[in-house]
C-alpha cells in the first residue's frame, strides 16, 4: 500500500498561473481532505469530500476547486495564483467523516 | 476559548527522560481524540487515537480528563527521534466537525 501520494513534490508559480495538484489513496477511503500549511502555523482546511461526486469548502476555500470524480482522485486546483497562496499542501483521506486521518508526503508551492 | 490549547514549547530534554505535553479542548461533545506527531517539513503521522479514558503503546501513554476537557501525552524514555511537534487533535473539534490541528508542542530530545 502507498497510501496517499501526492505530486508533485515542489512547485513554484508566478503570480496569476493556475495549477493542479494531484492527490490519490489506494486506501479505499471514502473521506479525502486537503489543508495548507503556512510556516509555523496549524493546518487549514480548505476542502474536503465525503465520496466520489460529493466536495465541501472547509475554513479557507477562496481561490481554489475541487472534483472527485473517484474515491481514489481527489485534485486541488488552483486558479490565478497569488503570493498568499505559498504554503504547504498536504491531502489526507480517512476512513470515517473527520476520524483518522493519514496523510500524503505534501505539495511545497511558491508564487512569486 | 480556542477549541485546543496545548504549550507551544519547545520542550528541551535529554535521551531518556520523561516527557508530559498537555491538551485541553473546549468542544465537550468530543468523542474521540488523536496524537499526531509532525517532523520538521514533513507531513502530520497518527501516533495514537484515543476512545475512552486513554490508551498506550509502547512509551507512549495518552490519557483523557474528560470532566475536565483535558488530555495528556506521556512519552517515556524519549529517543533523539522522539524529537517533533506533537499535535492534540480532538474528534469534532471544528465548526464543521472537522479536526483542528493546531500548531501543536515541539518536543525537542538533546544526547
Known amino acids: 500500500n502507498a497510501g496517499v501520494t501526492q505530486t508533485p513534490k515542489f512547485r513554484i508559480l508566478k503570480i496569476g498561473q493556475s495549477m493542479t495538484l494531484q492527490c490519490t489513496q489506494d486506501?479505499?477511503?471514502?473521506?479525502m481532505y486537503w489543508y495548507r500549511q503556512d510556516p509555523g502555523m496549524g493546518l487549514k482546511l480548505i476542502y474536503y469530500s465525503v465520496g466520489a461526486g460529493i466536495t465541501d469548502k472547509g475554513e479557507v476555500p477562496n481561490g481554489y476547486n475541487v472534483s472527485r470524480s473517484t474515491t481514489e482522485d481527489f485534485p486541488l486546483r488552483l486558479e490565478l495564483a497569488a503570493p498568499s497562496q505559498t504554503s504547504v499542501y498536504f491531502c489526507a483521506s480517512s476512513s470515517r467523516v473527520f476520524g483518522e486521518q493519514y496523510f500524503g508526503p505534501g505539495t511545497r508551492l511558491t508564487v512569486t | 476559548r480556542k477549541e485546543v490549547e496545548q504549550d507551544p514549547g519547545p520542550f528541551n530534554v535529554p535521551e531518556g527522560a520523561t516527557v508530559a505535553f498537555n491538551c485541553t479542548y473546549s468542544?465537550?461533545?468530543?468523542?474521540?481524540f488523536f496524537w499526531y506527531r509532525q517532523d520538521c517539513r514533513k507531513e502530520p503521522k497518527l501516533l495514537m487515537s484515543?476512545?475512552?479514558s486513554g490508551n498506550e503503546d509502547g512509551r507512549f501513554t495518552a490519557q483523557l480528563n474528560r470532566a475536565s476537557q483535558y488530555i495528556s501525552l506521556l512519552i517515556r524514555d524519549s529517543k533523539l527521534s522522539d524529537s517533533a511537534t506533537y499535535l492534540c487533535?480532538?474528534?469534532?473539534?471544528?465548526?464543521?466537525?472537522?479536526?483542528?490541528f493546531g500548531k501543536g508542542t515541539k518536543l525537542s530530545v538533546k544526547p
Open positions: 487533535v480532538p474528534e469534532g473539534g471544528g465548526s464543521q466537525g472537522n479536526l483542528i
Open positions: 484515543v476512545y475512552s
Open positions: 468542544n465537550s461533545a468530543s468523542q474521540s
Open positions: 486506501m479505499n477511503h471514502n473521506y
